[in-house]
């Protein structure tokens, strides 16, 4: 599974720097995407056999989709903060895509066309 393009959209509120805001969400879809694609803990002789980053894969620059962040006005006079909100739903969205284009449901993390 490959993810070339990613559309997001946020409503959060007034934002006060637009930049921070598309970075976080940029670097949550990122983080979302590692996980979905290449999030698997594996095991050897009851061990965990991925002790840090080297042995974890995630999504490099290279690798990384265009993105296109949109941040929505939804008029909302209270002011509050970015946190995560990218991340949690692009597996469900990249699972809905490989579905729309295969038939195919994926239902276990990480996605693979197996």
């Known amino acids: 599974v490959q993810v070339r393009r990613v559309t997001c959209a946020i409503d959060c509120g007034p934002v006060v720097n637009p930049a921070i805001v598309r970075a976080q969400m940029e670097s949550g879809i990122?983080?979302?995407?590692?996980?979905?694609?290449?999030?698997e803990i594996t095991?050897?002789?009851?061990?965990?056999?991925?002790a840090n980053f080297p042995d974890y894969d995630a999504v490099r620059l290279a690798d990384a989709p265009v993105m296109s962040v949109h941040l929505v006005d939804g008029a909302s006079p209270i002011v509050g903060g970015v946190g995560?909100?990218?991340?949690?739903p692009i597996a469900p969205a990249v699972a809905n895509a490989v579905f729309a284009a295969t038939g195919k449901r994926l239902r276990t993390l990480p996605?693979?066309?197996v």
């Open 30 to 39: 990122v983080y979302g995407l590692s996980a979905a694609l290449h999030g």
């Open 43 to 50: 095991l050897a002789n009851g061990a965990v056999e991925q």
């Open 84 to 88: 995560e909100p990218g991340t949690p």
């Open 111 to 113: 996605l693979r066309l």
